[in-house]
């Protein structure tokens, strides 16, 4: 099966900079990679997708690029504000079985 | 997301207990998922289902059972609950589309603690 490594797992930062986070995945059939932000006691939440044939998409403050020949995709967010204080899970999908596999999340903090 | 409902929310129960989490979705979802989220593990795929009795495991299905009837229910069946499934237990929903947008969308989640 698909095996996703996410690196940092924790990462601070002060507001207004940037923070990235970065995660590599072992299946070079998977074609759909969503991040997701869960808030404390909180359920996981979509914030951006990027499919396999995009090398990049961006959405306000955040951005995730795509590297397939390397395996590797990362989640940038500029101008970092308190409530983006969380943690952020990468996530590949097999396109065979529809399985969704996730990294180990990464806890983001914004120091105001 | 009012779309999925899990219960209980919370439970505690002893070693050796059987323990049914419920997954209901008024989404019309073809796919439906389980997870165990355990720190630093992230979320870990256990079962899924691609419609009414089709499920198949994830990568931490052992002692774990499960069962689709129905579109809206997905249910989760500890036959024998010990203490290394303490965790906090999501559903979610997907809609199965692969080249559209299969978007995984969670429940709450169900707190469990196994003492």
């Known amino acids: 099966g698909e095996n996703v490594e996410q690196h940092p797992s924790t ?3 002060q507001e ?15 074609n759909y990679f969503p991040w997701y932000k869960q808030e404390l006691g909180k359920r996981p ?11 990049e998409k961006k959405d306000q403050r955040i951005a995730v690029t795509l590297n397939k020949t390397a395996k590797h995709f990362s989640l940038h967010i500029t101008e970092t504000q308190p409530e983006d204080s969380a943690v952020y899970f990468c996530a590949a ?18 120091i105001p | 997301d009012a779309g999925i409902t899990q219960s209980p929310r919370h439970k505690v129960t002893e070693t050796g207990t059987p323990v ?3 997954c209901h979705q008024t989404e019309n979802h073809r796919y439906m998922y389980w997870y165990r989220q355990d720190p630093g593990h992230g979320l870990r795929l256990i079962h899924y289902s691609y419609g009414v009795k089709d499920t ?11 069962s689709r009837s129905k579109t809206e229910d997905f249910l989760l069946t500890l036959e ?25 969308t969670f429940g709450a989640g169900s707190r469990l603690t196994v003492l």
């Open chain 1, 11 to 13: 990462l601070s930062v």
């Open chain 2, 20 to 22: 049914t989490l419920r």
């Open chain 1, 16 to 30: 207004g900079d940037s923070a990235v986070i970065k995660c590599t995945y072992s299946d070079s059939a998977s």
């Open chain 1, 45 to 55: 939440q979509l914030i951006i997708d990027i499919r396999s044939n995009v090398g």
């Open chain 2, 80 to 104: 024998s609950a010990t203490s290394s499934q303490t965790s906090v237990y999501f559903c979610a929903t997907g809609t199965g589309l692969r080249s559209g947008a299969n978007v995984l």
């Open chain 1, 93 to 110: 999908r097999e396109d065979t079985g529809n399985q969704f596999y996730f990294g180990t999340g990464t806890s983001l903090t914004v």
């Open chain 2, 56 to 66: 198949d495991k994830g990568e931490v299905s052992d002692g774990y059972s499960v």
